[in-house]
Every structure is written in C-alpha cells, then in structure tokens.
Nanobody, 114 residues
C-alpha cells in the first residue's frame, strides 16, 4: 500500500493549507486514517484522526483550526489547516490503520513563517 501526501508548502502566519493523502488501497474498510506531524527535535505526534464511522479527534493545539475529512470514493484523506501558526511547522505524515496492518505516507513539509 502506498500513501502519497501532498499539499505542503510555505505559508505566512494566519494562512491556510490543505493537505491531501491518496492511498493505493481502498480506505473504505480502514479502521481509521490520520495525520501526524514531526517537528525538528520533537517526537511525532497525532494531529487529527478520523475513524470509519467518521468519529474525529484532534490534538488540543489544532482544535478549531484544523479539520480532517475522508473521501472513501477517492481513497483520499484531507487535512484543512486554517489560522496557521509558526508552531505548526513540521513534516506532516498520513497514516492508515486496517485491522491487520498500518501504513505511513512519506510526509510533506509545512513551514509557517513570515
């Protein structure tokens, strides 16, 4: 299974980006899909996760600013990021969880800077 994450880039504080993660395998049967991030010198952390039943959870620092969604027909998961802050700077990774396996994408860089 391959996960292709894209949509990262350089954005000014207060700006928006939309990340996409396209899977080579159907995500309709996945337990959950999610976005994680890793900043330099820090551990990878969960940003947002959405289950097959559309239940979502977010890390506290992004609540109200980020929205995760999934399109099972396109095998794609999205992360809409608004009101970006410098502390959101990190490499963002997507992850799909199936009952018997977990897959990670290659990451996309998000840099928030003026």
């Amino acid at each position: 299974v391959q996960l292709q994450a894209y949509g990262g880039g350089l954005v000014q504080p207060g700006g928006s980006l939309r990340l996409s993660c396209a899977a080579s395998r159907s995500i309709a049967g996945s337990v959950a899909v999610g976005w994680y991030r890793q900043a330099p010198g820090k551990q990878r952390e969960l940003v947002a996760r959405i289950t097959g039943g559309r239940y979502t959870n977010y890390v506290g620092s992004v609540k109200g600013r980020f929205t995760i969604s999934r399109d099972n027909a396109k095998n794609t998961v999205y992360l809409q990021m608004n009101s970006l802050k410098p502390e959101d700077t990190a490499v963002y990774y997507c992850k799909t969880e199936y009952s018997n396996a977990v897959y990670w994408g290659q990451g996309t860089q998000v840099t928030v800077s003026s």
